[in-house]
């Protein structure tokens, strides 16, 4: 069980002889003995539960989708139930989500007994073709997106598994690898082929135009509106109640005073154990989330790009100690990084177009779950009318 407060350590460090020892103790030496108090935020995470449904659903839509021929055995189904995190029997999930599956006899084998087949649905189908609509409507968006990841990356190039496994984070479609990267050879160079081995993709050309951060397009807008310069930084948001102590106070301002370092400059001049290349490394969290879907993306997902995006071992304190800006949520015992600015209570504030694909999916699931409703009430209907019917006929007699 979790407490309602926490404390963690600003910096965990499990080997004292690697080099990122040395790295945080140099950076944190005038801070190394303050606590940041972890304190719950219900509103956002509330945020992650109301995902928690629909997200289910379509982790076992993918395992349906990715099996040859996009069909799988029901039993076949029910043993991967644990890995799916489902809990319920599956014939009791497709009970409750109708209209995301058919089910069809069929035979494993040619002389084998029948068994339930499970294939997706036509309703779902057509959700799939919206779904394609939506990111071919949005394609120059996602490009800018995987460019803007590779901007910010060291060498401009990035694992292309890692892309992969943080597709639905930023909402690339599934074979943007194949379709999207071959289709715009004067951004993307493709290294290896992703899921055999080593793998890189890499940025070929660098586009100005992507190379502002929200933060620096947020600040440039301010100044148009005000006529004044408006100085490019990050939005602290506490939530009410939070307590900091005086000493973490008054680092947090000396920090915030300092200039703000675009996570697309080139900081090779800078000193890896300088409060200034603490500042790009928020900088850098602070855009990988603003390009993100939900504003939020899982621990060990940012985790994956230490090496591309240099980020320490312990990269993960900075999102308690800079709890104005983000918020560490232990939901669902995942540690999930949430930009505070990005949610007023539990509802985005500024939602990415590729959300859109979301908001249909859950639109098929009500009206999966509308019928389902519907359908149990007339029976509830039959079954008591017929029970009134056997009454009369028993008063009668």
Same mark, same amino acid.
């Given at each position: 069980?979790?407490?309602?407060?926490?404390?963690?350590?600003?910096?965990?460090?499990?080997?004292?002889?690697?080099?990122?020892?040395?790295?945080?103790?140099?950076?944190?030496?005038?801070?190394?003995?303050?606590?940041?108090?972890?304190?719950?935020?219900?509103?956002?995470?509330?945020?992650?539960?109301?995902?928690?449904?629909?997200?289910?659903?379509?982790?076992?839509?993918?395992?349906?989708?990715?099996?040859?021929?996009?069909?799988?055995?029901?039993?076949?189904?029910?043993?991967?139930?644990?890995?799916?995190?489902?809990?319920?029997?599956?014939?009791?999930?497709?009970?409750?989500?109708?209209?995301?599956?058919?089910?069809?006899?069929?035979?494993?084998?040619?002389?084998?007994?029948?068994?339930?087949?499970?294939?997706?649905?036509?309703?779902?189908?057509?959700?799939?073709?919206?779904?394609?609509?939506?990111?071919?409507?949005?394609?120059?968006?996602?490009?800018?997106?995987?460019?803007?990841?590779?901007?910010?990356?060291?060498?401009?190039?990035?694992?292309?598994?890692?892309?992969?496994?943080?597709?639905?984070?930023?909402?690339?479609?599934?074979?943007?690898?194949?379709?999207?990267?071959?289709?715009?050879?004067?951004?993307?160079?493709?290294?290896?082929?992703?899921?055999?081995?080593?793998?890189?993709?890499?940025?070929?050309?660098?586009?100005?135009?992507?190379?502002?951060?929200?933060?620096?397009?947020?600040?440039?807008?301010?100044?148009?509106?005000?006529?004044?310069?408006?100085?490019?930084?990050?939005?602290?948001?506490?939530?009410?109640?939070?307590?900091?102590?005086?000493?973490?106070?008054?680092?947090?301002?000396?920090?915030?005073?300092?200039?703000?370092?675009?996570?697309?400059?080139?900081?090779?001049?800078?000193?890896?154990?300088? %409060? $200034?290349?603490? !500042?790009?490394?928020?900088? +850098?969290?602070?855009?990988? *989330?603003?390009?993100?879907?939900? @504003?939020? #993306?899982?621990?060990?997902?940012?985790?994956?790009?230490?090496?591309?995006?240099?980020?320490?071992?312990?990269?993960?304190?900075?999102?308690?100690?800079?709890?104005?800006?983000?918020?560490?949520?232990?939901?669902?015992?995942?540690?999930?990084?949430?930009? %505070? $600015?990005?949610? !007023?209570?539990?509802?985005? +504030?500024?939602?990415?177009? *590729?959300?859109?694909?979301?908001? @249909?999916? #859950?639109?098929?699931?009500?009206?999966?779950?509308?019928?389902?409703?519907?359908?149990?009430?007339?029976?509830?209907?039959?079954?008591?009318?017929?029970?009134?019917?056997?009454?009369?006929?028993?008063?009668?007699?």
């Amino acid at each position: 069980m979790l407490s309602k407060f926490r404390e963690f350590s600003l910096f965990q460090i499990s080997n004292p002889k690697t080099q990122a020892r040395c790295f945080l103790l140099q950076f944190s030496a005038s801070i190394s003995s303050l606590k940041v108090v972890w304190r719950k935020d219900p509103k956002l995470d509330q945020a992650i539960e109301n995902d928690k449904k629909w997200r289910m659903c379509a982790r076992v839509v993918r395992e349906v989708l990715n099996e040859p021929g996009q069909v799988i055995a029901l039993s076949y189904l029910q043993k991967r139930r644990e890995r799916l995190r489902l809990h319920v029997n599956v014939p009791t999930f497709l009970a409750q989500n109708p209209g995301l599956f058919d089910m069809y006899k069929d035979r494993i084998k040619p002389k084998s007994d029948l068994v339930t087949f499970v294939r997706a649905s036509d309703r779902l189908n057509r959700f799939l073709e919206e779904e394609k609509i939506i990111q071919a409507e949005n394609e120059p968006l996602i490009v800018a997106k995987l460019c803007k990841l590779l901007m910010m990356a060291k060498d401009r190039v990035v694992c292309a598994d890692k892309l992969v496994e943080a597709k639905r984070e930023f909402g690339f479609p599934n074979d943007f690898m194949v379709t999207l990267v071959s289709k715009y050879p004067e951004y993307f160079r493709l290294h290896g082929t992703p899921g055999e081995g080593q793998s890189f993709l890499e940025l070929v050309n660098w586009n100005e135009e992507f190379a502002k951060s929200v933060i620096e397009k947020r600040a440039e807008a301010e100044s148009t509106s005000l006529g004044f310069r408006v100085r490019p930084d990050f939005v602290w948001k506490l939530p009410r109640g939070f307590f900091m102590k005086k000493e973490m106070r008054e680092w947090i301002r000396d920090w915030i005073e300092l200039p703000y370092v675009s996570p697309y400059e080139d900081v090779s001049h800078l000193d890896p154990a300088s %409060r $200034e290349m603490e !500042k790009r490394m928020v900088g +850098v969290f602070h855009e990988l *989330l603003s390009l993100s879907i939900h @504003k939020r #993306v899982a621990v060990p997902i940012l985790g994956k790009f230490c090496e591309e995006y240099r980020f320490s071992n312990a990269f993960s304190s900075v999102f308690t100690r800079h709890s104005g800006i983000f918020y560490m949520s232990l939901k669902g015992g995942i540690r999930t990084a949430v930009l %505070r $600015e990005a949610y !007023k209570g539990d509802e985005l +504030v500024d939602r990415d177009p *590729l959300l859109e694909i979301k908001n @249909k999916f #859950v639109e098929l699931l009500d009206e999966g779950r509308e019928q389902r409703a519907e359908q149990l009430r007339i029976s509830r209907e039959t079954i008591q009318k017929d029970m009134e019917l056997m009454a009369r006929l028993g008063t009668n007699n």
